[in-house]
């Protein structure tokens, strides 16, 4: 028997299949209906709030010790054990919620960049720290270069499987543009709307120099 949930809010269409209550589901979605207001407005899109309503599924993960998710432009899908699971894996839902954002304000994002992204906001929404096994990583960013910054396709997943934290370099170097400029808003601007690409390059080697000098 289905005994999935099914409610809907003003921007979004929520199934969930973990179990939980009236209170619990309307706690979860009135979080979720103010971090799209906090996220955007950290991004620099406060004045361009999305109305498409993607699906938001809360799904029973395969394996209990992996909690998961992806973000699209249509639905964003988490995977845990049950709901309250959630508030001390936030990170999880932040950085998900902030791809569907950033798959309909700028679709042609590239993967690095839409994973550095939702990766720093993640951080920088909850104000904690981020680990110190970022930092230690960014040894790799010697590796990375324009071309893969600015490519659509998933290589970021053969670091992962050799135990690096790309998506923390992948922060980082999100951290180190901003830097420069106020908002998300801003780069994505300049590098996709004006197609300023030298600003990559220019990022990657002051990335390069920093890591140069702190080892």
């Not at 910054?149 to 922060?171: C, F, H, P, T």
């Not at 543009?177 to 780069?187: F, G, K, N, W």
């Amino acid at each position: 028997m289905n005994t999935d949930k099914i409610f809907q809010s003003q921007h979004y269409l929520f199934v969930f299949k973990v179990e939980a209550d009236e209170e619990q589901a309307g706690r979860f979605i009135n979080e979720v209906e103010t971090r799209l207001y906090g996220i955007s407005e950290l991004l620099g899109y406060s004045d361009k709030i999305i109305e498409t309503r993607p699906v938001y599924i809360i799904d029973k993960t395969d394996d209990i010790h992996f909690l998961h998710g992806n973000g699209s432009r249509q639905c964003i899908h988490l995977y845990v054990n049950q709901l309250d699971e959630i508030n001390g894996n936030i990170n999880l839902a932040i950085h998900e919620e902030t791809h569907y954002i950033l798959s309909n304000l700028c679709p042609e994002i590239s993967t690095f960049l839409n994973e550095g992204i939702a990766e720093y906001v993640c951080w920088k929404y909850t104000g904690r720290r981020m680990p110190d096994a970022f930092m230690s990583n960014m040894k790799y960013i010697r590796e990375i270069s324009e071309e893969m910054v600015l490519s659509r396709d998933n290589w970021m997943k053969e670091y992962q499987a050799r135990g690096i934290w790309i998506y923390g370099v992948a922060s980082l170097f999100i951290k180190t543009m901003l830097s420069a400029r106020h908002t998300v808003r801003e780069i994505l601007h300049e590098v996709y709307s004006d197609g300023n690409i030298s600003v990559i390059s220019e990022t990657l080697e002051a990335c390069r120099m920093r890591e140069k000098v702190r080892v």
